[in-house]
């Protein structure tokens, strides 16, 4: 018989003694989550208890005992301990940082939007890569000072949690989460009720939602959450879990992150006075309809004096935003069917705005493009100033990918830039670690830019840490071995042999990601007898712990962890290759630091950055990786392998096997042997003789870890991404806002104008005549020619335009390479709006050399002279 269910629950919170009242603080500032002294306070009150909560020190003072509290509140040790973890908050929340260094000129604040936050395992926000950089982000950004505030929705039930039946196929659970019982406060008016974000939904329907506040060290995160009492049964499941559901249900939660989180902000702002943010981030497509909403306040008279046109209010809107895509791969973006966007927006969720302007923003009217669809992403570009990628590569696949907004121009000019992802350091660096570091050097160096002082510890204690962190890593995984096992049906009296599964002094591989098919996640098992014979070599075995969650609707990658878990179940092989379900922080945690190798081969360039590899790296792990993403630009010989790949245009099956096979080699060759110290040689990767070190030790190995510290530690620091973010783009966009603003909007208007008239006029515009002057009939370097331009500018004045000499090599059909730019800015008038530019060229280079002649709208309100996408060339 099934018992009575709750009709309501809600969870009661442990009231503290005064003498320890600051813990229910720090419970609730998830600095706790990588400040080091205070998670080891939680755990001193009750260490059985702290496990049983899983680390969650709000779930540990509800679960803990009157009396047990009582008893600490009478113990000195316990209260000194609580007041100097309570000092440390407030110095850390108070003192000026790094970006307080940058004067009175950086942004007052800067709101930061994405779909998914993953900060600790105790607020599961998050599905994978996006949602750890964007935790990443927040916390870097609350170290260095900067005034982010983030904006996000809450989900009911978060991302699933995997497990796996009988015959190895993902399950999928959706455990619902009480906002009372997470480190959350609700957002309230001044008279006690809730903050409530309304959006006017299509049919008279109303989607109201709460916000909640959860504080990330110094910066507020702002997440919406629409499980309120008034809205209807679908509107209270708008956030039930994340990325889940289809069209429509997946388009009012980006229209709840976009433009309720416009409102949440103003609503935050105006009850706690903190500035405005003056740059608004979008971090990817999904929450782009936040330019929609910013464009809405601008063109309405109820919230400015002086209400914008559209136009306008877009180029005010696209000056003080930033726009980061995170996918290399079209399938990653989010296309609605054109008529849906047309639905919701045909009612009052963005009054005054025409609905075809919106449209447009979305339109894919290009080649290639479907008519019928609005594209997030493409939305996401048109209504921000500045774009970019997130690993060098990843801006020149962007740049590519989006060239169809940018037509005529070259990929290269294609106005998208990048900024490489990093990890947020104390997070994910290991405690044994960082307490080596704190031993060794009386400091916490890990969180500085120098890592260097590695080189100083003896090889002795490197490798007796790595196999702490290997060993720790090993407890856990049969733990969770046996666990998922029982999940699976098998009785206790058949798991006597996941006690003795994997070994501490064995080299361990380590491949933990989300399970899409281009990440490949079954390529290791191409050739299932060559990888046997790896796992089981009597001098070199290798063994491999795996984990990652295939997306509910993705039955392909599904299939592959099913392929992947069957080959593991085989007794023969099961004590070295493992797959452990559901993949999440708390996991990361023991999985990174504790492996010797990061494996990760995805399709090349399919991987935006990728940064499982990187928290390997920051503990020591060498990482062994396709060019793709951040390995491409931080690969350097020493700090780990490259697997080749196969030449483009190779079949599907084809290239499998050669990268399989290059996996292979390499394993069996070289990174296996140099583990074991057999692999000895001057330069990396010459077989020599086998000599270990005289001390037993792998001393080429040890010298590959210490040099992986010392220079990707800092290169890979999201201290270092948050850095640049804020000098290359929050800051020029809040310069570019400022001047919008100014004035009553004065430049903005007259740019709009300005703007008008150029894409009005641009047709007219055509290059009549280039040719050079003064050019010898055998040119040496150093010569100077003339380069002369007759444009029929049409209606534009050359004010208005940027005549430019593009010169440098030339290939075989004309094309330019290893391009210089210089602009023509010599000009005479012809009559009938016919000009010539000039401009004197000097010939820096020898071989085929060569020039070409564009033309490109210039104004000072500009960011990138490609911004408009209109380009006239000779």
Same mark, same amino acid.
């Given at each position: 018989?099934?018992?009575?269910?709750?009709?309501?629950?809600?969870?009661?919170?442990?009231?503290?003694?005064?003498?320890?009242?600051?813990?229910?603080?720090?419970?609730?500032?998830?600095?706790?989550?990588?400040?080091?002294?205070?998670?080891?306070?939680?755990?001193?009150?009750?260490?059985?208890?702290?496990?049983?909560?899983?680390?969650?020190?709000?779930?540990?003072?509800?679960?803990?005992?009157?009396?047990?509290?009582?008893?600490?509140?009478?113990?000195?040790?316990?209260?000194?301990?609580?007041?100097?973890?309570?000092?440390?908050?407030?110095?850390?929340?108070?003192?000026?940082?790094?970006?307080?260094?940058?004067?009175?000129?950086?942004?007052?604040?800067?709101?930061?939007?994405?779909?998914?936050?993953?900060?600790?395992?105790?607020?599961?926000?998050?599905?994978?890569?996006?949602?750890?950089?964007?935790?990443?982000?927040?916390?870097?950004?609350?170290?260095?000072?900067?005034?982010?505030?983030?904006?996000?929705?809450?989900?009911?039930?978060?991302?699933?949690?995997?497990?796996?039946?009988?015959?190895?196929?993902?399950?999928?659970?959706?455990?619902?989460?009480?906002?009372?019982?997470?480190?959350?406060?609700?957002?309230?008016?001044?008279?006690?009720?809730?903050?409530?974000?309304?959006?006017?939904?299509?049919?008279?329907?109303?989607?109201?939602?709460?916000?909640?506040?959860?504080?990330?060290?110094?910066?507020?995160?702002?997440?919406?959450?629409?499980?309120?009492?008034?809205?209807?049964?679908?509107?209270?499941?708008?956030?039930?879990?994340?990325?889940?559901?289809?069209?429509?249900?997946?388009?009012?939660?980006?229209?709840?992150?976009?433009?309720?989180?416009?409102?949440?902000?103003?609503?935050?702002?105006?009850?706690?006075?903190?500035?405005?943010?003056?740059?608004?981030?979008?971090?990817?497509?999904?929450?782009?309809?936040?330019?929609?909403?910013?464009?809405?306040?601008?063109?309405?008279?109820?919230?400015?004096?002086?209400?914008?046109?559209?136009?306008?209010?877009?180029?005010?809107?696209?000056?003080?935003?930033?726009?980061?895509?995170?996918?290399?791969?079209?399938?990653?973006?989010?296309?609605?069917?054109?008529?849906?966007?047309?639905?919701?927006?045909?009612?009052?969720?963005?009054?005054?705005?025409?609905?075809?302007?919106?449209?447009?923003?979305?339109?894919?009217?290009?080649?290639?493009?479907?008519?019928?669809?609005?594209?997030?992403?493409?939305? @996401?570009?048109?209504? $921000? %100033?500045? !774009?970019?990628?997130? &690993?060098? /590569?990843?801006?020149? *696949?962007?740049?590519?990918? +989006? =060239?169809?907004?940018?037509?005529?121009?070259?990929?290269?000019?294609?106005?998208?830039?990048?900024?490489?992802?990093?990890?947020?350091?104390?997070?994910?660096?290991?405690?044994?670690?960082?307490?080596?570091?704190?031993?060794?050097?009386?400091?916490?160096?890990?969180?500085?830019?120098?890592?260097?002082?590695?080189?100083?510890?003896?090889?002795?204690?490197?490798?007796?840490?790595?196999?702490?962190?290997?060993?720790?890593?090993?407890?856990?995984?049969?733990?969770?071995?046996?666990?998922?096992?029982?999940?699976? @049906?098998?009785?206790? $009296? %058949?798991? !006597?042999?996941?006690? &003795?599964? /994997?070994?501490?002094? *064995?080299?361990?591989?380590? +491949? =933990?990601?989300?399970?899409?098919?281009?990440?490949?996640?079954?390529?290791?098992?191409?050739?299932?007898?060559?990888?046997?014979?790896?796992?089981?070599?009597?001098?070199?075995?290798?063994?491999?712990?795996?984990?990652?969650?295939?997306?509910?609707?993705?039955?392909?990658?599904?299939?592959?962890?099913?392929?992947?878990?069957?080959?593991?179940?085989?007794?023969?092989?099961?004590?070295?290759?493992?797959?452990?379900?559901?993949?999440?922080?708390?996991?990361?945690?023991?999985?990174?630091?504790?492996?010797?190798?990061?494996?990760?081969?995805?399709?090349?360039?399919?991987?935006?950055?990728?940064?499982?590899?990187?928290?390997?790296?920051?503990?020591?792990?060498?990482?062994?990786?396709?060019?793709?993403?951040?390995?491409?630009?931080?690969?350097?010989?020493?700090?780990?392998?490259?697997?080749?790949?196969?030449?483009?245009?190779?079949?599907?099956?084809?290239?499998?096997?050669?990268?399989?096979?290059?996996?292979?080699?390499?394993?069996?060759?070289?990174?296996?042997?140099?583990?074991?110290?057999?692999?000895?040689?001057?330069?990396?990767?010459?077989?020599?003789?086998?000599?270990?070190?005289?001390?037993?030790?792998?001393?080429?190995?040890?010298?590959?870890?210490?040099?992986?510290?010392?220079?990707?530690?800092?290169?890979?620091?999201?201290?270092?991404?948050?850095?640049?973010?804020?000098?290359?783009?929050?800051?020029?966009?809040?310069?570019?806002?400022?001047?919008?603003?100014?004035?009553?909007?004065?430049?903005?208007?007259?740019?709009?104008?300005?703007?008008?008239?150029?894409?009005?006029?641009?047709?007219?515009?055509?290059?009549?005549?280039?040719?050079?002057?003064?050019?010898?009939?055998?040119?040496?370097?150093?010569?100077?020619?003339?380069?002369?331009?007759?444009?029929?500018?049409?209606?534009?004045?050359?004010?208005?335009?940027?005549?430019?000499?593009?010169?440098?090599?030339?290939?075989?059909?004309?094309?330019?390479?290893?391009?210089?730019?210089?602009?023509?800015?010599?000009?005479?008038?012809?009559?009938?709006?016919?000009?010539?530019?000039?401009?004197?060229?000097?010939?820096?280079?020898?071989?085929?050399?060569?020039?070409?002649?564009?033309?490109?709208?210039?104004?000072?309100?500009?960011?990138?002279?490609?911004?408009?996408?209109?380009?006239?060339?000779?």
């Amino acid at each position: 018989m099934t018992g009575m269910k709750a009709n309501r629950r809600f969870t009661v919170r442990t009231v503290v003694p005064e003498e320890i009242g600051a813990l229910s603080r720090l419970a609730t500032n998830l600095r706790w989550s990588w400040h080091l002294p205070t998670r080891r306070l939680f755990e001193s009150l009750d260490p059985k208890l702290w496990d049983e909560v899983r680390h969650d020190p709000l779930a540990m003072l509800a679960a803990i005992t009157r009396e047990q509290l009582l008893a600490l509140a009478a113990d000195p040790a316990v209260v000194a301990g609580v007041a100097e973890a309570a000092r440390s908050l407030d110095q850390y929340l108070n003192e000026p940082r790094w970006y307080q260094g940058l004067g009175t000129d950086a942004p007052a604040a800067i709101a930061y939007f994405s779909p998914e936050f993953g900060i600790t395992e105790v607020l599961p926000q998050y599905s994978g890569g996006l949602g750890i950089l964007a935790g990443d982000h927040l916390k870097s950004a609350s170290d260095l000072g900067v005034p982010l505030i983030g904006v996000g929705l809450l989900y009911q039930a978060g991302y699933f949690k995997q497990s796996l039946s009988k015959d190895a196929w993902q399950q999928e659970t959706y455990p619902l989460l009480d906002p009372d019982s997470l480190p959350l406060t609700l957002l309230r008016e001044d008279d006690g009720t809730p903050v409530r974000i309304s959006l006017p939904l299509p049919d008279g329907r109303v989607l109201l939602a709460n916000v909640w506040r959860a504080d990330v060290g110094r910066v507020p995160l702002l997440l919406l959450d629409s499980n309120v009492a008034e809205n209807d049964d679908a509107a209270r499941g708008v956030t039930d879990r994340l990325y889940g559901g289809g069209g429509d249900h997946r388009l009012a939660q980006e229209l709840l992150l976009g433009m309720g989180g416009v409102k949440a902000l103003r609503a935050y702002a105006r009850l706690t006075g903190t500035p405005a943010p003056e740059v608004f981030h979008t971090n990817e497509g999904h929450a782009g309809f936040l330019g929609i909403e910013r464009i809405r306040e601008l063109m309405d008279a109820s919230v400015t004096e002086r209400p914008l046109s559209f136009g306008e209010a877009l180029a005010a809107g696209r000056a003080s935003t930033v726009f980061t895509t995170h996918t290399p791969v079209p399938a990653g973006i989010d296309r609605f069917p054109r008529s849906m966007i047309e639905h919701f927006f045909a009612g009052e969720l963005a009054p005054g705005v025409p609905v075809a302007e919106i449209l447009a923003l979305g339109a894919e009217n290009y080649d290639g493009g479907n008519p019928d669809v609005f594209n997030m992403a493409v939305m @996401g570009l048109r209504l $921000a %100033q500045r !774009a970019n990628g997130v &690993a060098k /590569l990843h801006g020149v *696949v962007s740049r590519e990918m +989006f =060239a169809g907004l940018w037509q005529g121009f070259d990929h290269d000019d294609v106005p998208i830039t990048s900024v490489t992802n990093g990890v947020h350091v104390p997070t994910w660096v290991d405690p044994a670690l960082a307490e080596l570091a704190r031993e060794k050097f009386g400091a916490d160096v890990l969180n500085g830019p120098d890592w260097s002082k590695v080189y100083d510890v003896s090889d002795a204690d490197v490798w007796a840490l790595r196999r702490r962190l290997r060993t720790a890593l090993v407890e856990d995984a049969r733990a969770r071995l046996r666990a998922s096992w029982k999940k699976r @049906g098998a009785a206790d $009296a %058949q798991l !006597a042999w996941t006690d &003795a599964a /994997l070994d501490p002094d *064995v080299l361990t591989i380590g +491949f =933990a990601r989300r399970v899409p098919t281009y990440k490949r996640l079954t390529l290791m098992l191409r050739d299932p007898a060559r990888l046997k014979a790896l796992l089981l070599h009597p001098e070199h075995p290798i063994q491999i712990i795996i984990a990652g969650k295939s997306h509910p609707a993705d039955d392909a990658g599904k299939k592959m962890i099913q392929d992947l878990v069957q080959f593991t179940d085989d007794p023969e092989v099961r004590h070295r290759i493992v797959f452990l379900p559901n993949y999440d922080i708390a996991m990361a945690r023991t999985l990174f630091p504790g492996c010797d190798v990061w494996l990760n081969n995805p399709l090349r360039p399919l991987e935006a950055c990728g940064t499982s590899g990187m928290k390997a790296a920051i503990n020591g792990s060498l990482n062994l990786s396709v060019m793709d993403g951040w390995w491409d630009e931080l690969y350097d010989g020493e700090n780990g392998w490259a697997i080749p790949t196969a030449n483009q245009g190779t079949s599907e099956k084809e290239r499998d096997d050669i990268e399989s096979a290059a996996l292979y080699e390499l394993l069996e060759t070289q990174v296996a042997p140099r583990f074991y110290g057999d692999l000895v040689s001057a330069g990396a990767g010459a077989a020599g003789p086998s000599q270990p070190s005289g001390d037993g030790l792998p001393s080429h190995w040890i010298s590959m870890i210490k040099h992986t510290l010392a220079h990707l530690g800092p290169a890979v620091s999201a201290g270092r991404m948050v850095s640049e973010y804020v000098q290359r783009l929050y800051q020029p966009a809040a310069e570019a806002g400022r001047a919008a603003r100014a004035d009553g909007y004065a430049a903005t208007k007259e740019f709009a104008a300005w703007t008008e008239k150029v894409r009005a006029e641009w047709g007219g515009l055509h290059i009549e005549h280039v040719d050079s002057h003064g050019i010898s009939d055998e040119p040496q370097i150093g010569e100077t020619i003339q380069v002369r331009a007759n444009v029929n500018l049409g209606g534009l004045s050359p004010d208005d335009v940027s005549v430019q000499v593009a010169y440098g090599r030339v290939g075989d059909s004309d094309e330019l390479s290893d391009t210089r730019i210089l602009t023509l800015d010599g000009v005479s008038e012809l009559g009938e709006g016919r000009f010539q530019f000039t401009a004197d060229l000097v010939i820096d280079r020898s071989g085929s050399f060569g020039y070409g002649v564009k033309v490109l709208p210039r104004h000072a309100a500009m960011a990138n002279s490609a911004e408009l996408g209109l380009i006239a060339t000779a």
